[in-house]
């Protein structure tokens, strides 16, 4: 509590105003004085106050806290397949807001020598789905004394993400990888394990700015000349034009673009420097 000396030199101070600051853990505010030259005291009627009966903002007047177990760190990935491989890509950059905490993050997880995962979001939340499913990779290849196939990967990915629907990953998955006939396979997942198989998938902070591309370019819609079977240097340079083209649009997308082509006899990678600001 303020001393009466106090509190009559700041009514003083204020030339006359009658409102003596308060100072509490919500902020600053005022209350109504009076002073007549020798008594300082609150206008208006006064009730007792039990001490006891302190209500601290929980029912009679709340405070509204709020509380996020997420949090969106940005980075954008892409994943496309072709006749005997796959193409996966993201981003390096990890960020809150407009706060850039890292340049050099990996968005890519290889489950397999022949399926990797890239995932954008809460990094949190992408380090525990990576650590859940290596666990069950582990298991499976200890009961079969096999790798899991990418088709059985897509499954139990989907049914991770679905064990979790109630309290969901905040993670934006592709997995890419090449299936047992050798050809390259693309899944698209929602948050909650809904996936399917697609020439191409992208996910993160850049998905707008790059599936209006890869519709041209990949998919081939609303052109007239003839589609042919890209080659993998070929998708892998579209794919460094695709993360220019959303570097210069989104903030939580810049600094490197991480490349992974699969194919049945390996997976190779590649770095590609993007703008740093």
């Not at 519709?215 to 080659?231: P, T, Y």
């Amino acid at each position: 509590m303020t001393s009466l000396l106090n509190a009559t030199t700041t009514v003083h101070s204020r030339n006359g105003t009658a409102r003596l600051p308060i100072h509490t853990s919500e902020g600053g505010s005022t209350i109504s004085v009076k002073f007549d030259g020798q008594n300082l005291a609150l206008e208006g009627p006064q009730e007792d106050i039990d001490p006891s009966n302190i209500d601290h903002g929980v029912t009679q007047c709340p405070w509204e806290r709020r509380f996020s177990p997420y949090e969106f760190n940005g980075g954008t990935t892409i994943a496309i397949s072709g006749k005997d491989y796959a193409v996966v890509a993201a981003d390096t950059r990890l960020s809150s807001g407009y706060e850039i905490l890292s340049r050099k993050v990996s968005k890519l997880h290889k489950l397999t020598g022949q399926c990797v995962l890239g995932s954008a979001g809460c990094k949190t939340d992408v380090d525990q789905l990576r650590s859940v499913l290596d666990i069950r990779m582990k298991m499976y290849a200890h009961d079969h004394r096999k790798p899991m196939a990418t088709p059985s990967v897509a499954q139990m990915l989907g049914n991770t993400l679905y064990y979790k629907r109630f309290f969901p990953y905040y993670a934006f998955n592709v997995l890419a990888g090449v299936d047992a006939e050798g050809k390259g396979a693309v899944y698209s997942y929602d948050a909650i394990g809904s996936f399917e198989r697609t020439p191409f998938s992208a996910s993160g902070s850049g998905q707008a700015f790059l599936i209006p591309l890869m519709d041209n370019v990949i998919g081939h819609k609303n052109r007239l000349d003839a589609k042919r079977e890209l080659e993998a240097e070929e998708v892998v340079e579209i794919v460094k034009d695709a993360f220019l083209t959303a570097g210069e649009r989104d903030i939580y997308t810049g600094d490197a673009v991480e490349i992974m082509v699969i194919k049945s006899t390996g997976i190779t990678t590649e770095m590609f420097s993007l703008k740093a600001d």
